[in-house]
C-alpha cells in the first residue's frame, strides 16, 4: 500500500525531526544515516519543499529542515503527497472516475470505511509521535 517513495520520506522527515533546531541539515548527511542514495531524495525533496513540510537552502551551510515543529506536521500529510492518495481501491482514488457499480455495490461501504480509518490512523500520528516511539523502543 505505501510505496518506497513514502517510505523513505517518512524516514527523512523523522531524520531531519530528530536534528529540529539544528539548522539547515545537509541531505549527505541524511542519506547516509537512512541508507538512502542521494539521487532517490532528489525525487522526494522538492514535493516536500514545494508543500512548505521543509525549507531548503543551498551553498556553504545549507541542507534541509522542518517547516514547522514536529509535533504540527502529520504523517498523513507526508503519505498522501507522496504517494498521491492512500484509497485502498481505484474507485474512491478520484470523485470524477467513480465507478459506474457504485450504487449497486456491496463491497464499497467496507472500503469507504477503510479508507475513511486509515486516514484518521496517520493524521493522528505526528513526527513528534514517531521519535517518542523509536525512544521507547531503544
Do not use: H
Amino acid at each position: 500500500m505505501i510505496s518506497t517513495k513514502g517510505r523513505y520520506a517518512l524516514r527523512v522527515m523523522v531524520d531531519l525531526a530528530e536534528n529540529y533546531g539544528k539548522g539547515y541539515i545537509p541531505m549527505k548527511e541524511v542519506a547516509k544515516r537512512q541508507d538512502i542514495s542521494l539521487k532517490y531524495l532528489e525525487r522526494i525533496l522538492p514535493v516536500l519543499t514545494k508543500n512548505k513540510l521543509i525549507e531548503g537552502l543551498q551553498g556553504k551551510g545549507g541542507g534541509y529542515r522542518l517547516a514547522a515543529e514536529p509535533g504540527s506536521i502529520r504523517v498523513g500529510d507526508i503519505l498522501r503527497l507522496t504517494e498521491g492518495n492512500l484509497a485502498p481501491v481505484a474507485c474512491l482514488r478520484c470523485e470524477t472516475n467513480a465507478c459506474e457499480r457504485a450504487k449497486e455495490c456491496k463491497t464499497l461501504p467496507m472500503w469507504m470505511e477503510f479508507y475513511r480509518l486509515t486516514n484518521a490512523y496517520f493524521d493522528g500520528i505526528t513526527l513528534e509521535d514517531l521519535m517518542v516511539w523509536i525512544q521507547k523502543e531503544s
